[in-house]
């Protein structure tokens, strides 16, 4: 059908010509899509403000060869002014749509990064969880779902039951001592317990972790994530810094 409607959270936006927008939405049935907003960068737009990326729209478009038309936009969700407020809250948000922006491709279903994508950002923008756990969850979570689920617990390489002592992140996570491997890191085993918890969304255990443990988890997840995406999240290096996992001796 040429025209089609659809829930659909924005990832981005570029500038075309003098006033249109070409908008990357990443959409609950379709996957992601490209799409034009013809006139949203004048002032009487009728789109508005709703075509801003991390806004959750119910968007009804055409269909082109090479990019859809948006003819009609309506706000679901409004994060911006809650997210925009903390400096923290805005970079995760920002972080986010980039790591679902490389995750996803055109025209192929997504629902499960959209769900989990409007869940993190409804998430950061109540203020109810630290944001760097909120990201940090979203990234583990958005991986095992692309396929690159790591393990916390058990090895990942032979499956020996754990915990183990010993984190690799070619290897896909905790390993064993008989898997270990070069460049393997040590974390506190409290750390693996909060990683853990952050890809099965056990926040009453996240809740209660150190500042230790969360900064060296961050460390980690970013290190898995810029691995398994190869070109890495930019929006990560305007985080605040964490430091780098120590490796085993």
């Known amino acids: 059908m040429p025209l089609y ?33 013809k006139g949203v960068r004048r002032t009487k737009s009728r789109f508005g403000a709703r075509l801003e990326p991390g806004m959750v729209v119910d968007v009804q478009c055409y269909e082109g060869r090479n990019l859809d038309t948006i003819t009609q936009a309506e706000g679901l969700a409004s994060y911006g002014e809650e997210i925009a407020r903390d400096y923290d809250a805005w970079t995760a948000a920002n972080a986010m749509l980039e790591t679902a922006d490389q995750l996803t491709s055109e025209n192929e279903p997504a629902q499960q990064h959209f769900v989990l994508l409007a869940g993190g950002l409804a998430t950061l923008a109540s203020g109810t969880q630290d944001q760097r756990l909120v990201l940090d969850s979203y990234l583990l979570r958005a991986l095992a779902v692309a396929g690159w689920a790591a393990s916390f617990h058990d090895c990942a390489r032979c499956g020996a039951g754990g915990p183990h002592r010993a984190f690799n992140i070619t290897s896909g996570g905790s390993v064993c001592s008989s898997c270990r491997t070069g ?17 099965t969304g056990d926040w009453a255990e996240a809740d209660g972790s150190g500042p230790r443990e969360r900064n060296e988890a961050s460390g980690i997840v970013a290190a898995y994530v810029q691995w398994h995406l190869e070109r890495g999240v930019r929006a990560l290096h305007y985080l605040k810094r964490v430091p780098r996992v120590a490796p085993l001796a």
């Open 183 to 199: 460049g393997s890191t040590a974390p506190a085993p409290t750390t693996l317990v909060l990683l853990g918890a952050l890809m």
């Open 5 to 37: 409607r659809d829930a659909a959270i924005v990832l981005r936006t570029h500038k075309l010509g003098e006033a249109d927008r070409i908008v990357t939405l990443l959409t609950r049935s379709r996957g992601k899509v490209r799409a034009v907003a």
